[in-house]
């Protein structure tokens, strides 16, 4: 059970990971160190910035319980 929680929080995580590096930019911060100052009209939707950070925050929310159960877990393990 333990090593299936990890390999799917691995995954969440790697998942979390690419989530917030598609989002756009705000300017004047560390993005603009790497490119992210370049406006494009490619993603520029509202409705597609609305989803990504609802997708971004429900992985989130399944990354905390899922770092949570991992840690009941392995205190149970051990108990």
Known sequence: MIVGL??????????MIMLVLLHKGKG????DLFGGG???SLGGSSVVERNLD???????????VGIVALGLLI?????
């Open 6 to 15: 990890s390999i799917a929080l691995m995954v969440v995580s790697v998942l």
């Open 54 to 64: 609802r997708l971004t925050i429900a992985t989130g929310l399944v990354w905390i």
């Open 28 to 31: 004047g911060g560390l993005s």
């Open 75 to 79: 205190l149970q393990q051990g108990a």
């Open 38 to 40: 370049v406006t494009s």
